[in-house]
């Protein structure tokens, strides 16, 4: 059987969909519209992160704004129905006018993320460098995992990493990454063949991205992931 080589508008149009998938790999927050603020952006912002506090009168709500065209805003439009009380603590990063981006994580329950008030908030700065203690742990977000250990040589930590996918029915992609890496600053960089992760800790958190190409399709590290009990 004779087999025809592809055509060359197949070969290029092969190409430019590689070229396309590459490109949109490597997308960083900076190229999506300045006033958005959402989960599957949030871990990848360039602009860093901060913890946070809410401040104020304990019977004031501080509501999340959404993302929609016209918002953030003081319009009731752009108002959702989930809301921060004093005390409660909160990861921010961009800013945007008068309102910054965060990130709520509850013990129980999926994560919040959308524009706050900044002049609501009580920001810090979390420590340059945290110890290497401060990154030993089991690690959890929505399923997916990061166990941290000492490595035997000074300086340097283990990682083992697991995520998950699931789609309809039986549909499940999984992942994962191991890894011996030493912390820079407060960012810890895993490497292992094409899976790339990079998690940076922010008080205790781990605020985790990579370059999906840690396994199968869909599945990935992003997110802000809190040390386990």
């Known amino acids: 059987m004779n087999i025809r080589p592809p055509k060359t508008e197949t070969l290029v149009a092969l190409l430019l969909l590689l070229c396309v998938s590459a490109t949109t790999a490597a997308q960083g927050t900076d190229d999506y ?13 360039e602009a860093g992160f901060k913890l946070a506090k809410v401040g104020g009168n304990w019977t004031s709500r501080v509501h999340f704004l959404n993302d929609d065209d016209g918002c953030p805003s003081p319009e009731v439009k ?17 800013t945007y006018g008068q309102w910054v981006c965060g990130w709520y994580q509850p013990r129980k329950g999926g994560e919040t993320v959308g524009w706050l008030r900044a002049d609501k908030l009580l920001v810090s700065e979390p420590p340059a460098r945290p110890a290497l203690a401060d990154w030993v742990g089991s690690w959890k977000y ?16 283990k990682v083992k990493g697991y995520a998950i996918w699931e789609g309809v029915g ?17 960012e810890l960089v895993l490497v292992e063949e094409e899976c790339r992760v990079t998690l940076k800790l922010v008080g205790n958190y781990i605020v985790a991205s990579d370059n999906s190409g840690c396994g199968g399709v869909n599945v990935r590290f992003d997110g802000v992931f809190r040390r386990g009990r």
């Open 78 to 94: 752009c108002e959702t129905k989930r809301y921060l009380i004093t005390g409660d603590h909160v990861l921010v990063s961009r």
């Open 170 to 186: 039986a549909n499940v992609h999984v992942g994962g990454v191991e890894a011996v890496a030493q912390p820079q600053v407060n």
């Open 142 to 157: 929505a399923g997916k995992s990061l166990d941290i250990r000492r490595d035997g040589k000074p300086g340097l930590l």
């Open 33 to 45: 519209p300045a006033n958005w603020c959402r989960n599957g952006l949030f871990p990848s912002d």
